[in-house]
């Protein structure tokens, strides 16, 4: 026992040794017996790397920055007048803060613009062999659409226009839907004609196509030009994608523009272009009010200038009729007085005058929701304060309608505030105006006292009172008009730009694709790609391929990796164990006869073959066994226990089938000679005897649990020094099971490539459970000519015996034959002499 222990440390301790190792091995695996796989797929990867860098169309990158001017700071610190900086002379500021700027930089309608400007709804290219090459700023041939169909087209127009024996040839396709029925599917058409000299003109459904010449350099003999065209709206989504708009600083109104496009140039040139038309938007919106003011004072102007000269042509005609040339005023003090309050009622008549213009001018539909006239000479501070805050909400509201519907969540609340400051307009003008009919009523009140007091002025010199009056209210209003539209025109033309451009547009260089990365992916790829193949190859595969696996499966040992012997190396009976030579499977077997010789406790010599299923190679394994031991001058006998579809007979070519051990289970008692009757010589070495199996009964499992196998046992225990058992599978049948009782050690087989992963879930149960002796592992039909076992097996634990074995080609003995179906006893015979395939 104490031997035993001993070995059994020794084992354990391997076991450690290899399982660190493991790592190792199967690196070497995955990388070095499989480097051809890992080569061709990362010259492959790289290859595919190289072809795509080679081809890709690269992304350049364009940045500038652009200072957002606040017009309220700019205005206080430019020195201006009090009056001018109390009065914004009908320019309202749009500056809303520097995220609502870079919102604005980001629109679409302002993209759409710039792309107008600079054409870029045409694209250009040069035809290639592997792909077509862009084309911007020298291209041979201009073409665009009239603008009127421009803005309608729906679907880009493709042309192709090539020059060949001084003509061009214009091909090209385009699709359009009928304006009168949106529903309908777009219809192809094409376009094939030939023009002689350029400019050249194409009607077609979306518009006249016109070609011509430019500066650069002409079109090449045989070469093809393909344009493109489409609508700046289509034209604009790509910018806008490929724009980011971002804030250099929190303490600052300066916006970092960065732009990604295939052209270097063609960025830097949209970058600058969207600077100014995002400028002539701003100055557009500053202006919208002072325009509409200037509207309006000219249309005031006409009408008082016409009221003015009708009052002017009654003075005239009065004083013509009465013959008067100069009245003198009777009452000084009198006259004074009306005079003073006759002042003070023509200011509430221009007052109530300038409420009801702004009253009707708001009541008209067309100005809903648009600005309204400021600093007209309105005296009421909360009607001007209203107005005022009304317009800035306008021109709020206007710019965001720009890139939103009426519908928007940002819009909607802005036309709320929108309604409810115009009931306040309408409340305030409404209240304004009663203040003032008062004010006019006393005034009229104390101008009549005074009037009274010169009830004896002559009627020419009343009614010249009356008409000079209302002289004097036209001429008044007449020339606050004319400054107030003096003051708006100067304002116009201060209008300075909103946005500047602090430096040129910078090119950035090449974004993408980075070569580096790029080809580190591929070579990552390369090499992940098979590592992930044979992972998925190994994670699929259900059946042992060799030591690894089994010893990744179980904990217990393995005493033997048995190699797939060649034809040559066998003799009688498939006999493979040839005493005085030392080929292969001559150390392969001694190697399990002596880890059998440790396994096996003191005193004991009975050791028992069994596997799941059959075709594992048992009785192969047990008869060259049998002769090892017998090489060692000791007296072996193999017993045939598969008593179901016995194989000894037919291994070892003997033609008797009536001599076996089923002829002595039979018997309650058989007896020594009994024994030695059904025994016979194995005709492969002196010291190996044979018990087969004998008739094959009608019940095998009923028969071995009878107490005469423990008798033949126990006479042949004295009689050999060693008894080697072949059993049936024991996943097939029970009878293993029942033997297992007269054996000290079970030899568990398993085949490479043959048996289930599954099987060890029974193998570890039954050793577990102590049904069979102290189990191990014996792998069988291990193909020593394929590299995933050359390293286990040819330089690992055999390789110093390799120079022996078989030079004649590679070390194997085909492939394992079928083992039949268990319990189909109609057809049990023994099969084909003449088939060497190893059969369990």
């Known amino acids: 026992m104490e031997e035993n222990n001993n070995i059994v440390q020794h084992n354990s301790q391997q076991d450690v040794e290899e399982s660190s190792s493991i790592n190792l091995q199967l690196i070497y695996k995955t990388l070095v017996l499989n480097w051809q796989w890992f080569v061709l797929s990362v010259i492959v990867c790289l290859g595919l790397a190289f072809c795509y860098l080679r081809y890709a169309t690269p992304i350049y990158q364009a940045s500038v920055k652009l200072l957002i001017k606040d017009d309220d700071s700019q205005t206080s610190r430019s020195g201006k007048s009090a009056l001018m900086t109390s009065s914004t002379l009908g320019i309202m500021t749009n500056s809303a803060g520097i995220d609502n700027e870079m919102e604005i930089l980001k629109s679409a309608r302002l993209a759409e613009q710039t792309c107008r400007d600079l054409k870029l709804y045409v694209t250009y290219k040069k035809e290639g062999r592997i792909k077509d090459n862009i084309i911007y700023g020298n291209e041979p041939i201009s073409a665009d659409i009239d603008p009127i169909h421009l803005e309608k087209l729906k679907f880009p127009v493709f042309l192709e226009v090539t020059y060949q024996d001084g003509r061009y040839h214009i091909t090209g396709k385009y699709k359009n839907i009928s304006d009168y029925d949106e529903s309908a599917k777009p219809v192809k058409y094409t376009i094939d004609r ?3 000299r350029l400019p050249f003109s194409i009607n077609t459904s979306v518009g006249i196509i016109s070609l011509k010449r430019t500066e650069a350099k002409a079109l090449p003999e045989g070469k093809v030009l393909k344009i493109c065209i489409m609508s700046p709206t289509m034209a604009a989504v790509k910018y806008t994608k490929s724009l980011s708009v971002s804030q250099t600083s929190k303490t600052t109104t300066i916006a970092q523009l960065v732009l990604n496009d295939e052209m270097p140039k063609r960025a830097t040139d949209y970058l600058k272009q969207l600077a100014e038309c995002y400028n002539r938007q701003a100055n557009e919106d500053k202006n919208e009010i002072a325009l509409r003011t200037e509207q309006f004072i000219n249309t005031r102007l006409e009408k008082i200038n016409s009221e003015l000269g009708q009052t002017e042509g009654n003075l005239e005609s009065t004083k013509r009729h009465y013959r008067i040339v100069d009245p003198k ?3 000084t003090s009198a006259v004074a007085n009306t005079d003073a309050f006759n002042q003070k009622l023509a200011e509430m008549n221009t007052q109530i005058e300038l409420l009801y213009s702004i009253t009707e001018y708001m009541n008209e539909p067309s100005n809903k929701y648009q600005t309204l006239p400021s600093n007209v000479g309105l005296t009421d501070p909360t009607a001007a ?10 021109m709020q ?13 940002a819009v909607l609340p ?10 306040s307009i309408r409340r305030a003008m409404s209240q304004a105006q009663r203040n003032n009919e008062i004010q006019r009523n006393s005034i009229q009140q104390q101008f009549n006292t005074y009037a009274s007091q010169i009830a004896s002025t002559p009627e020419q010199e009343r009614i010249l009172t009356q008409i000079g009056r209302q002289q004097e209210v036209k001429s008044g209003l007449y020339l606050m008009l004319l400054q107030k539209r003096e003051e708006n025109s100067i304002s116009l033309a201060a209008t300075a730009d909103k946005g500047k451009l602090i430096d040129e547009p910078q090119f950035n260089g090449k974004i993408s694709p980075k070569g580096a990365i790029i080809l580190l992916i591929a070579l990552v790829l390369g090499l992940a790609i098979p590592v992930g193949i044979l992972f998925i190859i190994n994670f699929f595969r259900y059946k042992i391929e060799g030591h690894d696996d089994v010893a990744s499966l179980t904990s217990l040992p393995i005493i033997g990796d048995v190699a797939i012997a060649s034809d040559t190396a066998k003799t009688k009976a498939d006999i493979v164990i040839h005493e005085n030579e030392n080929n292969l499977m001559e150390e392969i077997f001694r ?4 880890n059998i010789q440790f396994l096996l406790p003191e005193g004991k010599k009975t050791v028992m073959f069994t596997s799941t299923s059959s075709g594992e190679g048992k009785t192969f394994t047990a008869a060259n066994l049998a002769v090892s031991f017998a090489l060692l001058d000791k007296k072996v006998i193999l017993i045939g226990l598969d008593i179901r579809k016995p194989r000894l007979a037919e291994l070892f070519e003997i033609n008797d089938y009536r001599h076996g051990i089923t002829n002595l289970l039979v018997k309650s008692e058989p007896t020594e000679a009994d024994i030695d009757s059904q025994i016979i010589p194995s005709g492969v070495n002196k010291n190996l005897d044979l018990l087969m199996a004998g008739p094959i009964p009608p019940n095998p499992a009923e028969l071995v649990t009878r107490k005469s196998l423990d008798a033949i046992f126990d006479i042949l225990k004295q009689k050999y020094d060693y008894v080697i058992i072949d059993t049936a599978p024991v996943g097939l049948v029970t009878d293993t099971l029942q033997i297992a009782r007269v054996a000290d050690l079970t030899v568990y087989m398993c085949r490479a490539d043959y ?4 099987s060890f879930n029974l193998i570890n149960g039954l050793s577990a459970d102590n049904k069979l002796p102290k189990v191990s592992i014996v792998i069988n039909g291990i193909d020593m000519s394929k590299k995933k076992y050359g390293y286990y097996y040819g330089y690992g634990k055999y390789g110093k015996y390799g120079q022996y074995g078989n030079s004649g080609g590679n070390v194997g003995y085909g492939s394992f034959g079928s083992y039949g179906s268990y319990g189909n006893y109609s057809n049990s015979g023994y099969g084909n002499k003449n088939d060497k395939s190893i059969k369990a």
């Not at 304060?385 to 306008?394: F, G, P």
């Not at 190697?591 to 002596?594: A, E, I, K, P």
């Open 194 to 196: 030939t023009a002689d």
């Open 329 to 331: 005023i009777n009452s």
């Open 385 to 394: 304060n209203l107005i005022n805050k009304y317009n800035e909400i306008v």
């Open 397 to 409: 509201r206007n710019r965001l309608l720009r890139s939103a519907s009426e519908t928007s969540p």
């Open 414 to 423: 802005l036309t709320a505030q929108l309604d409810e400051l115009t009931s």
């Open 591 to 594: 190697s399990m006869r002596s």
């Open 755 to 758: 048996t289930p992963k599954s």
